[in-house]
C-alpha cells in the first residue's frame, strides 16, 4: 500500500517519507523522537472494528444504570446522565454541559468520525473529505475523556464505602469496554489516512 | 541558527500564554472555594480541593488520596509551569535543547485530560447520593472554577505550537526510525 504522500511530525514539523511498518512496530519522528505512527497488532481492520464495538456499546453505556446506590432502605440508580442532570438542576448549566461534551458525546463522535474515516478506505468510496474529517478526529481527541471518567466513577466507589450500599451496573461495564475500545481504535488509527496535510514527495521507503 | 518564526506562530504563542495567564487565575477561586458540599446524617461539611484530599488521607483511604491530589492539584500546576517554562524559552530565543523542550510539551498536552478527573467525581456524586437527610452531596462553586481553570489549560496547549521551538524547516528525511 505505497503512498506518494509525506508524513509531517506533529511536535516539531519535519516531514518524513513513509515507509511500511510491520505489526507493533513504531515510527519516531527522526528529529523530536516523537512517536508518530504505531502500526497495530490487531491487523488493519482493527480500527474500524474498534470503533464500531465502541459505538454499538455506547448505547447499552448510556440507558442501563452505572451504580445503584441504597441506603436505609432508600435506592437510587445512576445512569450516564445522572450527574449531568443534577449539575443542570443545581444551576451549573456550564459544568453540565462540559461533563456531557467530555464524557459522552464527544467520545461517541470520536469513534463515530474514526469510524467513518476507515468505511469509505474499506468501500473505495471517496465521497467523504477525509482531511477534514482527520483534523476533526484530532480535535476531538483533546476533548473526549471517558478513561478519565472510568477513574473518577472508581474513586467515586472507593470514597463512598461506607457511606452508601454501592452494587455496580451492567452500564459502567459496557462505558468501560467503550471506552477501552476508544483507546484500541485510536492505537489501531490508520495514520496513512489521518494525516491532515500530505504532501506528495518521492518513492516510498518501504523494505 | 535561524530563530526567526512566522508571524502566525507568535500570534498563535501569545495566544497561549494568554490562556494560560486566565487557568493560573481561575486556579485560585478552584482552591479558596469549595467543590463539595456532603450532609450526612444531619451534619454538614465543605471541602475545598485540597482540605478533601486531606479528609480522604485521614480516612486511610491513601491511594485515593493520592490520586486526587496528583489529578486535582499537581497536574494542573506541573501543566502550568510547564507551558509557562516553554512560553518563556522561546520568548528568550537563543540555542535551546529543543528535542527536550519537546518532550516536554508532549508531557505536558498527554496529563492534562487528568485534570478532569475532579469534575466528573463531582458530577457523578451530585448525581448518586441523594438521600435527603440521610446523605447528600452537592458540587459548589469551587468546581466550577477548577473546570474553567482545566478547559483553559486544554485550550492553552492547543493553542501552543510546538514547531516554535524548533529552529527552521528540515529537508525531508530519508524515512522515520523505526523501534
Known sequence: MAKDVNLTCRLCGHKHRLIRLAPGERALCARCGTV???????????????????????????????????????????????????????????????????????????????ALLHVPARLKWHAVDIPSLSRTVHLLEHWAFPEVQVLAVLVALMKLGDLVDLTVGPGFWCYCAMAVCLVLAQRSFDFELCDPSPVPCGTDAAP | ?????????????????????????????????????????????????????VELWRQGLWVIATIVFTASICIPLLKLAGLGWLLLCVRQGGPRDSRRLTRTFAVVDFVGRWSMLDVFLAAFLTGLVQFGEFSSVQARSGIVAFAAAVVLTVLATQAFDPRVLWPAPAKASPNTSRL
Open chain 2, 1 to 53: 541558527m535561524n530563530l526567526r518564526f512566522s508571524p502566525a506562530r507568535l500570534r498563535s504563542n501569545s495566544t497561549a500564554a494568554a490562556l494560560a495567564v486566565a487557568a493560573a487565575v481561575m486556579l485560585v477561586p478552584a482552591n479558596l472555594l469549595p467543590v463539595l458540599n456532603t450532609e450526612t446524617s444531619g451534619y454538614s461539611r465543605s471541602d475545598t480541593i485540597f482540605s478533601g484530599t
Open chain 1, 36 to 114: 508518530m505512527a504505531t502500526e497495530g497488532r490487531f491487523g488493519p481492520e482493527a480500527a474500524l472494528v474498534f470503533s464500531i464495538t465502541g459505538l454499538i456499546l455506547a448505547l447499552p453505556a448510556a440507558l442501563l444504570p452505572f451504580v445503584i446506590a441504597g441506603k436505609l432502605g432508600d435506592e437510587r440508580v445512576c445512569r450516564l446522565f445522572t450527574g449531568v442532570g443534577a449539575l443542570w438542576d443545581n444551576g451549573m448549566r456550564a459544568l453540565a454541559v462540559l461533563v456531557f461534551l467530555c464524557g459522552a458525546l464527544l467520545p461517541v463522535a470520536l469513534l463515530g468520525a474514526i
